[in-house]
């Protein structure tokens, strides 16, 4: 009892509680600990440096006229990059205007010829294209890294067009069509044009024309790629840089009717007709969308005023329109998706709601907001009778208002009356469309946008190269922009000429990024661009989309970089087009899974004249970097490349991303027989780097080690070249081939010291190797040594056994993000810990060291994440397939069929009715899905060493209590563990409950956050023909003109290949 007394006064006072539990005292001595911190600490920087011979490259260049080190001037890099990609994009406008002069003077002399056949035109169709065949006679071009003609441009036409699954007779009449024959006949002159271009131009890479009608001309010609499984969708007058070209900015309202009578078909096509038209908007438009029946409301009821701010801050604020990015498009899809048919519909209230937007948009939009040049409203319906006169003469006179333009869609299969829909259009400038099945929805939307596209002479400002974001080029399925205009036909005797199409020239991402001072920046330096909206154009984190079907990306920049104050200020300063200097405390992104704070990150950013660009480069702050010059007698002998890879840099022009043995060696047998234009600062370093690294590698080749001890090693440089061996270490060292994506090689620029970098086979131990001259120094590499779980677990436990004898003690090494680089148990309770994650250990360890301050947690979304399809294509309820061929060939035949609005109530109300309609192919709208993975959200948990470095606490288990002990190691990105827990201890059975660094998936999202942050608008307004708009507003539909016997065989042929469809 005595005891028991006594074990509860000393609880009182807070000091054992522990003893209760254990009898003996505490094993942790505080000073024992710290000498063990020292000896793990000398122990890795030993085992590094005998383990990769570091030594031999530690030199001292003094005398040495070759090798200069020197500060890194940022301001002077920004301008010198944002110089040269002027001029880059100076050389590509003149090649495009010298293509549009081309095209307009051609339709001064063109000819419409009703004679031409197809055999007479002979189009190169990219799509009947294949490299492998001889006949064709593709050749490999380094520049644009596929097979091409040179000889001719290559024709791509949609499935709407001409093409499709088609019996050979019907194809035929099609193709004939006089329309797209006088097109390509009139156009095809232009491939002189392309090639000259191409030949004067060595960085010139696509050229191409999209017709209005339908069709592109590509050169050079290569083979189409149409994604696996899926029919071709392409359509260049859809496309974001034909869009974007033709059509000029808009705010647009659009309201959907969803009234009882709206149901079923009908509803599902308007559904698919809206996001249709939502997915044409690009960036510089402002859309919101609202459903009308008894009541009018936005489907989405929570656009706010203030950005980013929660629902709450905002309660009192409705801000009616957003921008129409790729974020916010999504948010409408869904809502969209959600909207239920019942009631019955009033133009009149929501006419009267879609104006007063236009009037509450023009009273609180921010600065920047809005497109301020179109204004329109996009009415969808199944039909009415009700006549909204008193509401158009109201709002027609009000100055904010006015100009607003009524287009306007009967939907469905067998729409009732839609007179009244067709004077809406009528009266107000805009255009009326009927869309009866979802095969004419992309047709239609894109012929509603006749009266928006862009006159010969604009409004305001003046006709200028349109300069997209960074998309996926359809071509080569690579990140690229556009430079992009309109191409009109001069000989049009009318006041506003006619858009024939839109001409454009590719810039892809690599090419700018290939003119970044890449040494001089550094292993955590790198460049990046954004344009006028904020949006990415070039970023290390711009990742690859799933298709280039899909818009553009618009990922801002605070979506890459830390979303603070400061950072915002930066971004800011750049959309506006000023130039600026800012050095910020940030954390570096030193992997995906491991941050370091560093407090200087130095911003340099200066506008690209003459773009809508803006360029940015991070470098750490006073950094400095090696310039190699004249360095003659590094050409005497040419290396040898085994064991050798190098950085996807331009060395040499068409070498860019080697990576096998041959290549690398023709890319050195250029270097070494001057063949190719080569850039003479990287290749002076690239030879300078295998000369200073080939003792190192002799070294390691000379060498025998054991391959359970030693896994391999490698030696990477800041010029771009690694090392390594033996030859099974080549995946890794490909894999941190650039200096960016290589953290052995940004700890080292941060650091200069020995780094852990754990896995679950071992750790990799590297170290900067830094070179001098003349005092000064600066890190020109880094070398590492994989060792094995079992040799490193062997040396850390020897390395404690003079200090620390008793075996009942934990002792864990671990890295900044919280992964065990090592322990002297190789498994706790039958886990094996080597690499595992300090979060999913049984026991509360994390939470402590969170609490305390040793680890700080940050959540980062990452919102361009590629997954695995998680649907199951065979369960029960609405497919989400594409519609198969057969169905979707019923659907064409039947639009083709359907020339007078009368007989169209009469096939699609008798056939349509036998389909079963099925929802759309895409889940979210945009073709989120591509085989067997989809686009995604993804977030996940960082951490991060905090400001506590030493911390000493008790863990509380289920049935004990423990102390533990953690110190950082000085300049070693790991902490020494100390946990007072014996191998027979059972389970702690106390979890820390902290997120896992394990990415999840998101799968719900607010409706309400939209992407909402400062922006410039484009200088230029180009309004279109107003007399445009009495397209699809003449009184008299067109006849029909095929027989009744024509009508009955279309019927009949309709039925067959639906059963067939329905069938499969």
């Known amino acids: 009892m005595a005891g028991v007394k006594r074990c509860a006064a000393i609880f009182t006072i807070g000091v054992v509680f522990i003893a209760c539990v254990h009898s003996q005292e505490s094993r942790l001595d505080a000073g024992q600990f710290r000498e063990a911190v020292n000896t793990v600490q000398k122990w890795l920087i030993d085992l590094h440096a005998n383990k990769t011979h570091s030594s031999i490259l530690k030199t001292d260049f003094d005398g040495n006229k070759s090798v200069n080190i020197k500060s890194v001037k940022p301001l002077e890099l920004v301008r ?67 097979e091409v003609r040179y000889n001719q441009s290559g024709i791509h036409v949609p499935l709407e067009v001409y093409e499709g699954w088609l019996w050979a007779n019907i194809r035929e009449h099609r193709e004939q069509d006089p329309e797209i024959l006088n097109g390509l006949e009139w156009s095809a002159t232009v491939d002189q044009v392309f090639r000259e271009n191409f030949e004067r131009d060595p960085t010139l890479m696509w050229q191409y024309f999209g017709a209005q009608t339908g069709f592109m001309r590509v050169y050079p010609a290569t083979s189409w790629k149409v994604p696996h499984n899926l029919i071709d969708l392409y359509d260049a007058r859809i496309r974001p840089w034909y869009v974007q070209g033709s059509v000029p900015p808009k705010d647009m309202i659009i309201l959907m ?11 599902s096509i308007m559904k698919w007709a809206v996001k249709t038209l939502i997915d044409t908007l690009g960036e510089n438009d402002f859309v919101n969308v ?40 999504k948010l409408l899809y869904r809502a969209i998706d959600d909207l239920e048919d019942g009631g019955m519909a009033s133009y009149s209230d929501a006419l009267i709601f879609a104006y007063k937007a236009f009037k509450e948009f023009e ?26 006169e008193e509401v158009f003469k109201k709002y027609l006179a009000d100055n904010d208002t006015k100009s607003v333009r009524v287009f306007t869609y009967a939907v469905g299969p067998h729409p009732i009356p839609t007179a009244v829909l067709k004077q809406m259009a009528c009266s107000t400038g805009g255009q009326y469309s009927v869309i009866t099945t979802s095969s004419s929805v992309r047709t239609k939307i894109q012929e509603s946008y006749t009266s928006l596209q862009t006159p010969a002479q604009p409004l305001r400002g003046k006709h200028g190269e349109q300069y997209t974001t960074a998309y996926t080029s359809a071509v080569t399925e690579e990140m690229t922009i556009s430079l992009t205009r309109p191409v009109y036909n001069m000989s ?94 940030g954390k570096i992104r030193i992997d995906d899974s491991h941050r370091v704070v560093y407090s200087g990150i130095q911003y340099d950013y200066s506008p690209i004249q003459n773009s809508s660009y803006s360029l940015g480069i991070l470098t750490l702050k006073r950094s400095q970097h090696l310039v190699i010059q004249n360095h003659e007698a590094l050409w005497d002998e040419q290396p040898n490349v085994n064991y050798t890879v190098v950085a996807p840099w331009p060395y040499c022009r068409g070498r860019e991303g080697v990576t096998q043995e041959e290549n690398l060696a023709t890319l050195m047998d250029d270097i070494f027989q001057r063949k190719k234009s080569c850039n003479d600062k990287l290749v002076q370093g690239l030879v300078w780097s295998q000369r200073w690294t080939k003792p190192l590698l002799d070294k390691w080749m000379a060498e025998r080690v054991s391959s359970e001890d030693i896994i391999g090693r490698a030696v990477f440089t800041r010029f771009g070249l690694t090392r390594f061996y033996p030859e099974s270490q080549r995946a890794g060292a490909s894999k941190w081939r650039e ?17 852990v970098i754990p896995h679950t086979k071992g750790a990799f131990l590297s170290g900067s190797i830094s070179v001098q001259k003349d005092k000064e120094e600066v890190v020109a ?71 305390a301050g040793v680890y700080n947690m940050d959540h980062e979304v990452d919102t361009q994440a590629l997954c695995s399809d998680r649907h199951d294509w065979n369960n029960a309820g609405p497919s989400h397939r594409i519609p198969n061929p057969l169905t979707l060939l019923a659907n064409v035949l039947l639009e083709i069929f359907s020339w007078a609005e009368y007989f169209r109530y009469i096939i699609y109300s008798g056939v349509l009715a036998l389909l ?61 563990v100390a946990i007072d827990i014996d191998e027979d201890s059972p389970e702690c059975g106390v979890h820390s409950h902290l997120q896992s660094i394990t990415p999840q998936r998101v799968t719900s999202v607010d409706p309400c956050s939209y992407q909402d942050r400062f922006r410039e608008r484009p200088p230029t307004c180009l309004m279109g023909n107003s007399t445009a708009g009495k397209l699809g507003c003449s009184g008299c539909p067109r006849q029909l003109q095929c027989s009744l016997t024509l009508m009955l065989t279309a019927l009949g042929m309709c039925r067959m290949l639906l059963h067939m469809g329905l069938q499969r």
Request: proline residues 4%; glycine residues 8%; aromatic residues 6%.
């Open 80 to 146: 010198k990059m944002a110089d040269d990609i002027q001029t880059l994009l100076t050389s590509k406008r003149n090649a495009l205007q010298k293509i549009v002069d081309h095209l307009e003077d051609a339709t001064t002399t063109s000819l419409w010829s009703d004679d031409l056949t197809l055999n007479k035109s002979r189009p190169l169709l990219m799509k009947n294209l294949d490299p492998r065949n001889a006949s064709h006679e593709m050749i490999y071009d380094e520049r644009l890294g596929v």
């Open 257 to 267: 009717d969803r009234s009882g009578s709206v149901h079923g078909q009908t509803f």
């Open 290 to 329: 609202a459903a009308f029946n008894n009541t009018t409301e936005w489907v989405n009821n929570c656009t706010y005023c203030k950005a980013n701010e929660t629902r709450q801050e905002n309660k009192d604020c409705c801000q009616p329109l957003v921008q129409a990015s790729t974020r916010n498009k």
């Open 363 to 388: 009273r609180t939009r921010k600065v920047g907001e809005g497109a301020n040049c179109h204004k329109t409203i996009m009415l969808f319906s199944d039909g009415g009778t009700e006549w909204p």
């Open 492 to 585: 049009d005797y009318a006041n506003t000429s006619e858009l024939l199409g839109v001409a454009g020239i590719d810039v892809p991402i690599q090419t700018l990024k290939n003119l970044s001072p890449f040494e001089a920046l550094g292993p955590n330096g790198y460049a990046f661009i954004i344009n006028h909206n904020g949006f990415l154009v070039m970023h290390p984190r711009l990742g690859r989309q799933l298709s280039y079907l899909l818009g553009p990306p618009h990922i801002d920049l605070l979506d890459v970089e830390e979303d603070v104050g400061e950072m915002e200020a930066i971004r800011n300063n750049m959309v506006r087009g000023s130039n600026g200097q800012k050095v910020i405390v």
């Open 739 to 755: 200096p960016l994506n290589n953290p052995a090689l940004r700890r080292a620029e941060i650091s200069g010291s020995v780094s």
């Open 781 to 851: 590499g880094a070398v590492g040594v994989n060792l094995t779980s079992s040799y490193l677990r062997q040396g850390f436990k020897q390395s404690l056994r003079h200090i620390w004898k008793n075996e009942d003690i934990l002792w864990m090494l671990v890295d900044d993000g919280g992964l065990i680089v090592t322990s002297n148990r190789r498994e706790l309770h039958g886990v094996v810990l080597q690499g595992m994650f300090l979060g999913d250990l049984n026991m509360p360890l994390l939470k402590h060291l969170k609490d």
């Open 916 to 976: 079963t309609p099925r929802t759309e192919a895409f889940s979210e709208w945009g073709m989120t899905r591509i085989g067997n993975q989809e686009s995604c959200i993804m977030e996940k948990t960082i951490y991060y060493l905090g400001e506590t470095n030493t911390f000493t606490g008790f863990m509380k288990c289920s049935n004990y209590s423990t102390e533990f002990r953690v110190t950082r190691l000085e300049s070693i990105n790991a902490l020494l």
